[in-house]
């Protein structure tokens, strides 16, 4: 399919920052441990989902030794409302036990230390450095993938390359917010089953041929 240009780039960035110029997750946490943990839990869930799950847990377990005193069976019983719970309450635990071995007890500012936390990929990895640490990364969750490859934005294959198609594509100073500016877009108007076009302020840039009327 046709890819945008730059100038229809650089105009669809401008629509949405003058819409939004401080977008920032849906998932509600306290510092950057449960940021960590709220992106762990979030995968294949909502956000509405964990938040909910999360409300009461970060009160109790806002860090790695809180959390490790709650045990996984406490964990669980907190997170059983979320998918996949069993696994990713070991990986919450395990990950906490390795901040605390490895890093004081601090969610490290390095992107090879955070992927190498059970239960974290480069996505996670991505959404911290960003978040946590003012990093202009991209995280492509399905959203993302499937926006860039839809509006012409970034099209490719997989997610890495459309992860190195839109750090080269979007502009610098749009890059700190791109991520979610993308995915607040693809979950509330470039939605997957029938992307609302007539609603959309940037359809005008788009390249998607299928447009709903």
């Known amino acids: 399919m046709a890819q945008m240009t730059k100038a229809q780039i650089e105009t669809f960035f401008a629509r949405l920052a003058a819409a939004d110029a401080a977008p920032t997750t849906e998932l509600n946490y306290v510092n950057n441990y449960t940021m960590l943990v709220a992106v762990v839990l979030s995968a294949q869930a909502t956000d509405v989902g964990v938040n909910k799950a999360t ?17 996984e069976g406490g964990l669980t019983e907190h997170i059983r409302t979320i998918g996949l719970y069993r696994n990713k309450a070991k990986n919450v635990i395990a990950l906490s036990r390795q901040l605390i071995d490895l890093h004081g007890g601090e969610v490290p500012h390095d992107r090879a230390a955070l992927e190498a936390l059970p239960g974290v990929g480069r996505k996670t990895a991505n959404v911290v450095l960003n978040m946590a640490f003012g990093e202009p990364t991209i995280a492509v969750d399905t959203h993302i993938f499937r926006l860039s490859n839809r509006t012409g934005l970034a099209p490719a294959k997989n997610v890495v390359d459309v992860e190195k198609k839109l750090l080269k594509r979007v502009p610098d100073h749009y890059r700190q917010h791109a991520h979610h500016w993308l995915i607040l877009h693809g979950r509330y108007v470039c939605k997957a089953r029938k992307p609302d076009c007539p609603r959309c302020m940037v359809a005008d840039q788009c390249q998607y041929r299928a447009k709903t009327l």
């Open 55 to 71: 409300a009461k847990l970060f009160e109790i377990a806002d860090t790695p030794q809180k959390m490790l005193r709650l045990g």
